[in-house]
């Protein structure tokens, strides 16, 4: 009898799908229209994206050494991402001082990022500033090209990195017009902010 013939397929990994579709997307009468349509069926999900930086951390490395820099990041590793799991979020990315999250839930988003600075207020208390975990947070909400567990794109990824990381200040907790509209929290106080980030309809600062 016959042995019957048999191979594993090897699937192509996610990026090596989409950089098919973005190299077809670059050729001569390539229909983009279809081949972004295909590009959001495969990779489009709708996430809550949180950025955080830390702030005058250029600061303190450029005064206190590399040493004081592990230290920081650290110390804010080991009391935000038991927070983080916690609401269930994905830590998606690490670089530096800063963190990359996502949420399949709006409102655990924002309850983490209070939670998140509600946390570092006693730890930072009785410390000189040098030592203290100074989180600023930013906050999107929608749809995103999400590449398998590693990166994210759309316009409230690029929305909730800007408030994040270059506009929140130490403390804060910033957020798209989107995400405020997808939560229900009668106990926190939205503040519409002057500065509207590249792809938000509006921000707003979190009084919590």
Excluded at 3 to 13: A, G, I, K, L, T
Excluded at 19 to 25: D, G, L, Q
Excluded at 72 to 79: D, G, K, P, Q, W
């Amino acid at each position: 009898m016959s042995q019957p013939y048999s191979f594993r397929v090897h699937p192509s990994s996610s990026w090596d799908r989409l950089e098919k579709f973005i190299e077809a997307r670059t050729q001569a009468g390539a229909d983009q229209a279809a081949i972004d349509e295909n590009i959001w069926e495969l990779f489009g999900e709708t996430w809550a994206v949180m950025f955080t930086d830390l702030s005058g951390f250029s600061r303190s490395v450029k005064d206190f050494g590399i040493i004081h820099f592990l230290q920081t990041i650290y110390e804010s590793h080991r009391l935000l991402v038991p927070v983080i799991d916690a609401h269930n979020g994905i830590l998606m990315k690490l670089e530096g001082d800063s963190m990359l999250v996502i949420f399949k839930q709006p409102q655990r988003a924002l309850h983490c990022a209070v939670d998140m600075q509600r946390i570092l207020a006693p730890y930072n208390l009785d410390r000189p500033l040098t030592e203290q975990v100074l989180l600023c947070v930013g906050l999107g909400y929608g749809r995103l090209l999400k590449i398998a567990d590693e990166d994210v794109f759309g316009a409230e990824v690029n929305a909730a990195s800007k408030l994040g990381e270059d506009t929140a200040k130490a403390g804060e907790i910033l957020v798209t017009s989107a995400l405020k509209k997808a939560v229900n929290f009668p106990d926190l106080e939205f503040k519409p902010l002057d500065y509207t980030p590249p792809g938000a309809d509006g921000a707003y600062y979190v009084a919590y």
